[in-house]
């Protein structure tokens, strides 16, 4: 039955394929920020209904989600794109560039969409031989906070059984899709150390407690957490970002703030480097005679594809791209809010092969001039569709 499915999907997909890349285009030059997708959400519901797909009405502010219904029963699984765009003035001479000033797509998020929206446009034309239903969750606010969250708090995972999504990826050609079982990408936590010392004449430091000086032990001290209390088989990254302190050469100032990110491949890392990270930074601001305040902030948990379902969406995938071209995706500490979906359901999160040198589409994502090959459209499409029945049998 799959591969008669497939040469059907071959031909609705290249029937649909112009369709989708106007809705691609006009999704890309129409860009809007985190919670504020409103035009965005618009046009969705309005393809959606274009096609007789009906949203499901929520409470969400922005962001919308459809069901498309079997004839059969059977189980509900989920499709996942994300809508929102990035605050990057896009340096493209494109025809359907970003007609929003300092508002884009550099991270791809309007070809997720346009997936999304194809794969239920077809599943539609099928329903009459779709063993159960799909619901799609077009998500805002995945460059910010609370856009999974939100969705989850309207009850759209509810009777779900697995959900899968996916996301473009410059660094592999159009006609890949990258996979991995397990740890996929990083916990994601913000932190602000805020000291304080006793500011003074640059001239007379014996007079002061300094907190340039503190701070500068701390963060040598936070080098040592990876390196001494995660075991080599675990990923985990303590970075600053940002120290300020002071604003005169010969002035020594009453405080200084660091400001920086964790990200780890487990939530039992995630709180050991938290305990150990508490403890080290109090420890060396006591010792050296300041006052410390820690503002640490879980933010997004770490991407954990679950097995089986990795296992049904690596099959799909084989017989989408083939064996060869199926590739074993690496781990990355970048973060994505799709592990909220995979804290309450089952799920798998893959990369979608969408670089093409041959056309220039070599830039990586959050790039001024970062493009997708619209070619990876097809391809995310289908895998979509023959997952979600599979995921569906």
Same mark, same amino acid.
């Given at each position: 039955m799959m591969k008669q499915l497939s040469a059907i999907l071959d031909e609705k997909i290249d029937s649909l394929f112009p369709k989708l890349v106007e809705i691609r285009r006009e999704l890309h030059m129409y860009p809007e920020l985190s919670n504020a997708e409103f035009?965005?959400?618009?046009?969705?519901?309005?393809?959606?209904?274009?096609?007789?797909?009906?949203?499901?009405?929520?409470?969400?502010?922005?962001?919308?989600?459809?069901?498309?219904?079997?004839?059969?029963?059977?189980?509900? #699984?989920?499709?996942?794109?994300?809508?929102?765009?990035?605050?990057?003035?896009?340096?493209?001479?494109?025809?359907?560039?970003?007609?929003?000033? $300092?508002?884009? %797509?550099?991270?791809?998020?309007?070809?997720?969409?346009?997936?999304?929206?194809?794969?239920? /446009?077809?599943?539609?034309?099928?329903?009459d031989i779709l063993p159960g239903n799909v619901r799609i969750l077009f998500q805002p606010a995945e460059e910010t906070e609370g856009g999974a969250v939100s969705v989850i708090e309207q009850g759209l995972l509810e009777g779900v059984k697995s959900i899968i999504?996916?996301?473009?990826?410059?660094?592999?050609?159009?006609?890949?899709?990258?996979?991995?079982?397990?740890?996929?990408?990083?916990?994601?936590?913000?932190?602000?150390?805020? #000291?304080?010392?006793?500011? $003074? %004449?640059?001239?007379?430091?014996?007079?002061?407690?300094?907190?340039?000086?503190?701070?500068?032990?701390?963060?040598?001290?936070?080098?040592?957490?990876?390196?001494r209390t995660v075991p080599a088989k675990e990923s985990a990254v303590v970075s600053i970002g940002a120290f300020q302190a002071g604003a005169t050469n010969n002035v020594i100032p009453d405080q200084a703030i660091l400001k920086g990110t964790v990200r780890t491949s487990n939530e039992e890392v995630r709180q050991k480097i938290y305990q150990?990270?508490?403890?080290?930074?109090?420890?060396? +601001?006591?010792?050296?005679?300041?006052? +410390?305040?820690?503002?640490?902030?879980?933010? /997004?948990?770490? +991407?954990?594809?679950?097995?089986?379902?990795?296992?049904?969406?690596?099959?799909?995938? +084989?017989s989408v791209v083939g064996e060869e071209q199926t590739l074993l995706a690496e781990s990355t500490m970048g973060g994505e809010d799709f592990s909220y979906y995979q804290k309450e359901v089952p799920g798998c999160y893959v990369w979608l092969g969408s670089r093409n040198e041959e056309k220039g589409i070599i830039h990586g994502l959050h790039h001024p001039e970062f493009m997708v090959d619209e070619e990876a459209i097809k391809i995310g499409v289908k895998w979509m569709v023959l997952s979600a029945f599979r995921l569906l049998q």
């Open positions: 035009q965005t959400t618009e046009r969705i519901n309005g393809w959606l209904k274009e096609f007789g797909i009906a949203p499901i009405p929520t409470g969400l502010k922005t962001g919308t989600a459809a069901e498309v219904t079997g004839k059969e029963q059977g189980p509900t #699984i989920a499709l996942r794109a994300d809508i929102d765009a990035l605050p990057i003035q896009e340096a493209s001479d494109l025809p359907f560039r970003s007609k929003i000033n $300092g508002v884009s %797509h550099m991270c791809g998020h309007d070809v997720h969409t346009t997936i999304a929206l194809g794969a239920g /446009i077809v599943l539609q034309s099928l329903r999504g996916l996301h473009n990826s410059p660094d592999l050609p159009t006609g890949t899709i990258g996979i991995k079982e397990g740890f996929f990408m990083a916990s994601c936590d913000d932190f602000t150390i805020t #000291i304080k010392g006793k500011g $003074g %004449h640059a001239a007379l430091p014996e007079n002061t407690i300094d907190p340039i000086v503190i701070g500068s032990a701390v963060v040598s001290q936070l080098q040592t957490i990876v390196s150990t990270f508490k403890n080290v930074v109090t420890n060396t +601001v006591t010792a050296l005679g300041g006052e +410390v305040e820690i503002d640490y902030q879980f933010l /997004i948990p770490a +991407v954990v594809n679950d097995p089986k379902i990795t296992e049904v969406v690596r099959t799909t995938a +084989v």
